[in-house]
């Protein structure tokens, strides 16, 4: 297993920062999830990625999504990293 440039390899999965590319299958995968059905347009789902790829780093505050990818390059699903500090109350 290695890291590198914020993408993670094992021998059956890739997890890096979601791409502009993976907007429309990530899309389609929230919006069939039984537990937290997506309710905006692929089109916004579009322009919230496009917001991640011209963040100024991956980690900067706020939310980060990452693709799951499987062997054959795939999306297999993907993770959510908020990089903020909690909201301590």
Do not use: K, N, Y
């Amino acid at each position: 297993m290695g890291v590198t440039q914020w993408e993670l390899s094992t021998e059956r999965l890739r997890i890096l920062p979601m791409r502009i590319e993976d907007a429309e299958p990530w899309h389609h995968c929230r919006a069939a999830a039984p537990f937290d059905p997506l309710r905006r347009s692929i089109l916004e789902t579009i322009q919230a990625v496009e917001e991640m790829v011209r963040r100024p780093a991956v980690d900067s505050p706020g939310w980060q999504q990452f693709s799951l990818l499987d062997q054959a390059g795939r999306f297999a699903g993907d993770l959510g990293i908020r990089f903020s500090d909690p909201d301590l109350q």
